[in-house]
């Protein structure tokens, strides 16, 4: 196996697999918004060979949805369970990835919406915090 | 003041919160049948659940992050997967088996049957999960749990022959009756009764509900260090009593009221009234612990919010789980299957489970982008390394061992 290519960089180097794959994602108020799923890149020809020169493809967003059988027993899920998260509302990358303040609804969470609208929230005691 | 107080209670709520059905019932068997030959096996388990759980509360502390989380960014969602359905499973096995334990105490305390009580006992265990502070449900289960002193106290009041008992724990002898095969399934059911996995999801998981910070981390290793080898202490407690009455008399224990035995017998009643306080405070503190942990590693492994500090509006999914897994336990025992034998299997799949977790704590522990200062030592990694080799073996053997006994027939 060649090294590859050191090409020096401003900041900190992100292995994509290691420190985005699978990390848990918190709104910009600290509430678990989804976990990782797959990244959006540029464009970029599959299967043929690249000439030389050809700028490096960059992560443009975060894919997150309710993909977890597909990630546990392979396939790719159909591209209107993912939803896309632009890294431009990335705030920081760290033990977990914390995001911006946006108006977008992250539409992971239908199930958890579904379930607190018809169950959760008519049960007593439902919608206040224990005591 | 105020420190040296909830340091106290910390310690208190540890060692009442150490001991659940599964300690009760396997150290009252084995030392039954095998007396205190098998006590060193909890002072194993007792050094190797403060390790493990002390790893997992720094972790959660340091980095926020509870085991699930880390197992599903470690191992990748397949393994994880894998891993979660075993810890799953073999939790909700412990929540049936803790709340047919309550179900058993308070059978004995009032005759009305055990197929009665299993409803009542699933429907509160529900409602302090739904409605009960964090902190309160610890410390009121842990500490009527010290009511369980009373097996030490017990233990004073037969006046045993403590020549004997000494001899017993520190020149083990495999009695003619048993074979070593059931030596040594009954050691790994020990062990993985004082090292259940439930705990360290529960103790990781607990340290984020409590948003405990870097400062926390000398209380609540405190907390471990002295708390648990006193639960410990209790559970050789408990199997001294049945070596005392059970052993020479050649009781066989089926159920609860041969574990209660030697306390009737030292103290009567009134011994017999503390105990039971104790076992429905213990049992039921922890099927709160594991219907808890059956929420906790699903949302972590999903990435859901979860936890007690949320409003149940805002933590709909996990809150849905935790009532399901608690109707499942409930179902289970209306089968008829007798809480007992789901207590002597639940501690022995726990003993097979717990590589499953204690290997990615261990990595985690040792990386420093997570832990930066915290990140373990040479002597703590020198430590666990060891544990890890025990942990496998007993795990690689339980099963074979369960087979060549016939589950430890």
Request: hydrophobic share 55%; with cysteine; glycine share 10%.
């Amino acid at each position: 196996m060649t090294d590859l290519p050191s090409i020096p960089h401003r900041g900190r180097l992100v292995d994509a697999r290691l420190h985005l794959l699978d990390r848990q994602l918190l709104d910009d108020e600290g509430d678990p918004a989804g976990i990782v799923d797959d990244l959006e890149l540029t464009d970029f020809v599959v299967d043929e060979d690249i000439p030389s020169g050809t700028e490096a493809p960059r992560v443009t967003g975060l894919l997150a949805g309710q993909v977890v059988a597909t990630r546990i027993f392979g396939g790719a899920p159909p591209r209107s369970r993912l939803q896309e998260i632009s890294w431009n509302l990335v705030a920081s990358v760290g033990t977990v990835i914390k995001l911006k303040p946006t108006d977008m609804t992250l539409d992971a969470g239908w199930v958890e919406r579904w379930l607190r609208d018809r169950i959760i929230k008519h049960i007593p005691g439902g919608q206040h915090a224990a005591e | 003041m105020g420190k040296i107080f909830s340091v106290a209670l910390g310690i208190l709520t540890a060692i009442g919160g150490f001991l659940d059905i599964g300690d009760l019932v396997t150290n009252a068997v084995v030392g039954s049948r095998f007396g205190l030959a098998l006590a060193w096996v909890v002072v194993v388990g007792v050094i190797g659940i403060c390790l493990y759980a002390n790893m997992a509360g720094k972790v959660a502390a340091v980095s926020g992050r509870a085991t699930f989380e880390i197992i599903r960014e470690r191992l990748g969602p397949r393994v994880a997967a894998a891993n979660l359905s075993a810890s799953f499973f073999i939790n909700l096995m412990t929540l049936t088996a803790e709340i047919g334990g309550v179900a058993l105490a308070l059978q004995l305390a009032t005759d009305v049957g055990r197929m009665m009580w299993i409803p009542v006992a699933a429907f509160a265990v529900w409602v302090v999960v739904w409605r009960v502070k964090f902190s309160i449900m610890e410390n009121v289960t842990g500490l009527l749990g010290l009511f369980l002193i009373v097996f030490a106290i017990s233990v004073f009041a037969l006046h045993p022959n403590w020549g004997d008992l000494v001899h017993q724990a520190t020149a083990p002898v495999i009695s003619e009756k048993e074979s070593a095969a059931t030596y040594w399934y009954f050691a790994i059911a020990l062990f993985g009764a004082a090292m259940t996995p439930y705990e360290v999801f529960f103790f990781s998981s607990g340290a984020v509900e409590e948003h405990w910070t870097k400062k926390d981390l000398g209380t609540s290793r405190l907390n471990v260090m002295v708390g648990f080898p006193l639960g410990g202490v209790l559970s050789i407690a408990i199997a001294s009593c049945a070596a005392i009455v059970l052993l020479p008399g050649q009781i066989e224990v089926t159920s609860l009221s041969q574990i209660t035995m030697p306390v009737v017998i030292a103290g009567g009643k009134l011994l017999l009234a503390f105990v039971i306080v104790g076992i429905v405070a213990a049992t039921f503190g922890a099927a709160l612990e594991t219907a808890l942990s059956a929420g906790y590693i699903l949302a972590q492994f999903l990435g859901w919010p979860w936890g007690k500090f949320r409003r149940p509006a805002e933590a709909a999914r996990f809150h849905v789980v935790m009532f399901v897994a608690i109707v499942a336990g409930a179902a289970v025992l209306y089968t008829g299957i007798d809480p007992i034998m789901v207590t002597e299997y639940s501690v022995v799949f726990s003993a097979i489970a717990l590589p499953l977790t204690y290997l990615p704590i261990l990595i985690v522990a040792n990386d420093s982008e997570y832990m930066g200062e915290e990140t373990n030592g040479r002597v703590t990694n020198m430590l666990s390394s060891v544990y890890l080799v025990i942990i496998l073996a007993a795990s690689l053997a339980a099963i074979p061992l369960m087979i060549v006994t016939g589950g430890g027939q």
